[in-house]
């Protein structure tokens, strides 16, 4: 997963990858929670519990 530049204080700037996406944190695997449309992004969370770090991916431009 490659992190994206953005203007925001928030971490939605995480860009889409042909392999299962891992927690930019720890590198665990994640959960799928939703998806958003305009822009095409999805949200994930970490499956560790000692992690649980929420995230958005972005589709690469």
């Keep these: 997963m490659k992190r994206r530049e953005t203007d925001s204080k928030t971490d939605a ?29 999805q949200w994930h969370t970490c499956l560790s519990r000692s992690c649980r770090y929420s995230f958005i991916q972005v589709a690469d431009e």
Excluded: E, I, M, R
């Excluded at 695997?29 to 822009?39: A, C, D, K």
């Design 13 to 41: 700037g995480y860009t889409y990858a042909d392999q299962p996406t891992t927690c930019p944190k720890c590198g665990n695997l994640t959960t799928f929670v939703g998806s958003f449309f305009q822009p095409a992004t």
